[in-house]
C-alpha cells in the first residue's frame, strides 16, 4: 500500500479549552492509539489533505517531535456545519497484527452485457479488509470482461491471498443490469425476423376454360 508522511506536535493540554484554541488557530486535533500509550497531537489542515481528500488509501508514517510511528486512519470528524475536519484517529500499524481498513474497488475490462446493451452498475465504491501491514492492497480489482447482462459479482465470488473479506458474502459489488432499450429492442427484433411466409399467400390465378 502506498504511503505518505505526516508531520504533527504533540498536545500539552486534552481540555475543551486547548481543543477550541487549536481548532481556531486551524490546527487539527489527532490521536494514535495501539500502542503501549496513546498520542495525542495536533497537525495542520495541509498536512491531512493528500490522506483525507483522495479516492486512494494510504498507510501513514507520523512525524511526532521528531518520533515517527506507522499507520492508518481509523476514524475522522467533520464540522456538521463548515464541513472542516475535527478529529482524526490513528491506528498504531504492527508487523504482526492484522488490521482492518477501507480499501477501493477498481473495475477491469470491459463488460460481454455492456457490449449486448446493458448498464454496468457499482454497487460498492470501496471494500472492508482485514490483513497484515506487509499485506495491505492499494484496491481490489474486479475483472468484469466476461460478466453478462444480468449476471453480478458479489463479495462471496472474491478471493485474494492472506486476506480477509470483511463485508457480507451476499453483498453485491458490480452487475449488469438490464436497460430499456434493451428490453424495447427484443420484440422488435422478433417481429422483424417473422419469415415472409407467414403472410397471407396470394389466391392463385382461375384456370380457363378449355375450348
Known amino acids: ?5 505526516i508531520k504533527g506536535t504533540k498536545r500539552v493540554g486534552l481540555t475543551k479549552q486547548e481543543l477550541k484554541k487549536l481548532r481556531a488557530d486551524g ?3 489527532c490521536v494514535l492509539y495501539g500502542g503501549k500509550d496513546n498520542v495525542h497531537f495536533s497537525t495542520t489542515a495541509l498536512e491531512l489533505r493528500d490522506l483525507v481528500y483522495s479516492p486512494s488509501v494510504y498507510t501513514v508514517n507520523l512525524d511526532v517531535n521528531g518520533e515517527q510511528h506507522q499507520a492508518v486512519m481509523q476514524d475522522i470528524q467533520f464540522h456538521p456545519v463548515t464541513d472542516k475536519i475535527q478529529h482524526i484517529d ?3 500499524l504492527q508487523n504482526n497484527k492484522p488490521v482492518s481498513i477501507a480499501v477501493p474497488v477498481t473495475v477491469k475490462g470491459s463488460a460481454e452485457g455492456v457490449k449486448q446493451g446493458g448498464k454496468l452498475i457499482q454497487k460498492m465504491r470501496k471494500m472492508q479488509i482485514s490483513a497484515l501491514p506487509a499485506n495491505l492492497p492499494d484496491a481490489i480489482e474486479i475483472d468484469v470482461t466476461t460478466l453478462g447482462i444480468g449476471q453480478a459479482v458479489k463479495v462471496a465470488n472474491i478471493q ?4 480477509t473479506l470483511l463485508d ?3 453483498n453485491i459489488i458490480v452487475a449488469v443490469r438490464t436497460t430499456r432499450n434493451v428490453v424495447e429492442e427484443t420484440p422488435a427484433a422478433a417481429a422483424a425476423a417473422a419469415p415472409a411466409a407467414a403472410k397471407p399467400a396470394a389466391a392463385a ?3 380457363k376454360p378449355a375450348k
Not at 1 to 5: A, I, N, P
Open 168 to 170: 457480507s458474502p451476499n
Open 90 to 92: 490513528f491506528l498504531l
Open 1 to 5: 500500500m502506498k504511503s505518505l508522511t
Open 205 to 207: 390465378p382461375a384456370a
Open 27 to 29: 490546527k487539527v486535533p
Open 160 to 163: 485474494r491471498d492472506n486476506i
